[in-house]
């Protein structure tokens, strides 16, 4: 007991770590995501219109697969994450950078403030 031969991180620290990594992915997602949706997407989860709703959905989601605690995740593999579990727009590329996705930054600040508007 107490020994740790793959050195993995201590488990309050990850959370912490992946906590933070998954708030700033939804502060920047959230906007990207509504963007495209109402720019070309079929299909964009309802909880993306939101972001603390997304926080806590996607959250919920990666605990359930549990894959929440298991390590530190860096933006790509959170990303990757979504896509496997479905919560991210099927005909989205995986990706936080708006001029990769073809999002026009004006559309990414109305969705934004319309997000804003919302809550």
């Known amino acids: 007991m107490g020994v740790n031969p793959q050195g993995l991180d201590e488990l309050a620290s990850v959370r912490v770590a992946n906590a933070a990594s998954l708030r700033n992915v939804v502060k920047v997602g959230q906007p990207l995501v509504r963007a495209a949706g109402f720019q070309r997407l079929k299909y964009v989860p309802d909880f993306w219109k939101d972001a603390r709703q997304a926080e806590v959905a996607l959250r919920q989601k990666l605990d359930q697969a549990g894959a929440f605690d298991c390590r530190r995740w860096s933006e790509a593999e959170l990303l990757t994450w979504f896509g496997r579990l479905g919560v ?30 919302d809550t």
């Open 88 to 117: 991210w727009p099927a005909e989205m590329q995986k990706s936080l950078d708006r001029t990769e996705l073809n999002v026009a930054e004006t559309e990414v600040e109305a969705q934004a403030v319309r997000a804003r508007e």
